[in-house]
């Protein structure tokens, strides 16, 4: 086993009947709100980080939408941990729906908390010695390959791939802790630029991967690589143009295997150049 904890936290498109009938009732048909939650999320992120040597593989049990896994559980606004509507502010929810603190907390209690004491007790686990101990963790996403409304690049295009560290775009320090030392961070960059090469030049994107831009990192990444937790670890968004047809929502043949045996040599590129 690789020392290694993967975690999906918006790779579900699980929604439970109670909340989806909410959502219906501002007359969205269902198979158009199931496509947008869908295509909202980040689809087959599960699959494109599949790393069967990993120690531990946390995938998300509910949708974004439902409840955002990489937010802090108090943290508001309209991209919060409760999201009221999709990233190009479209709503979900009927006109003048206000959602209650039990409802708040029942999502939160049922999705959020099981998903964080998870990586808790195994990053915790982690800092221990002997087998299987994890010493670094990544942090699984997809994005679209324009920036959506909600978002710090509007309307810009993203390269192929973004890690983040919380660091520059040479992944160095710029007014806080990195979640992992930028040599490595700039390793994991070139190793994905070498290992996707193909689906890279293949998709027509102008930039291959890049360091912090248009993200440095989210709350998984910030909260488990510093103290008590301390493990390193970094975040890394693909880009749908990689692996997905954005209108069909249909994956490119081949595409998804291919990035998931790239991603599986990622790993083991990691474990063996840890300090």
């Known amino acids: 086993m690789l020392p290694l904890l993967i975690s999906t936290p918006h790779s579900s498109r699980h929604v439970p009947y109670w909340l989806l009938a909410r959502m219906l009732q501002t007359g969205e048909s ?8 869908f295509k909202e999320g980040d689809p087959f992120t599960d699959a494109l980080f599949a790393i069967p040597e990993a120690e531990t593989t946390l995938n998300a049990p509910a949708s974004r939408f439902v409840a955002d896994l990489n937010r802090n559980r108090e943290e508001g606004g309209e991209n919060g941990v409760i999201k009221l509507t999709d990233f190009e502010r479209r709503p979900f929810y009927p006109t003048g729906y206000a959602m209650s ?29 002997g087998n299987g101990r994890i010493r670094f963790f990544l942090d699984g996403h997809s994005m679209s390959a324009h920036g959506p409304a909600i978002g710090p690049d509007q309307g810009k295009a993203r390269p192929a791939l973004c890690l983040g560290n919380f ?3 040479e992944g ?6 990195v979640s992992c030392p ?15 090469k193909g689906p890279i030049s293949e998709s027509g994107l102008k930039e291959g991967p890049a ?31 990689l692996y997905l047809d954005e209108e069909t929502l249909e994956p490119i043949p081949g595409r998804v295997e291919a990035i998931s045996k790239a991603m599986i040599k990622l790993a083991a590129w990691i474990t063996e150049n840890l300090a």
């Open 101 to 129: 603190p039990k409802e708040r907390e029942l999502r939160l209690s049922l999705y959020y908390d099981p998903y964080h004491a998870v990586l808790a007790k195994a990053l915790l686990q982690g800092r221990t010695e």
């Open 172 to 177: 160095e320090p710029v007014d806080g802790p």
């Open 167 to 169: 660091g520059d775009t």
């Open 211 to 241: 360091l912090n831009r248009p993200f440095d990192g989210g709350h998984i990444l910030r909260k488990y690589s510093l103290p008590p937790y301390s493990v390193p670890g970094v975040m890394i968004e693909i880009n749908r143009r």
């Open 182 to 196: 930028a040599p490595l961070a700039r390793g994991i960059r070139d190793k994905l630029a070498q290992l996707l």
């Open 30 to 37: 269902e198979s158009a709100l199931r496509r947008r939650l």
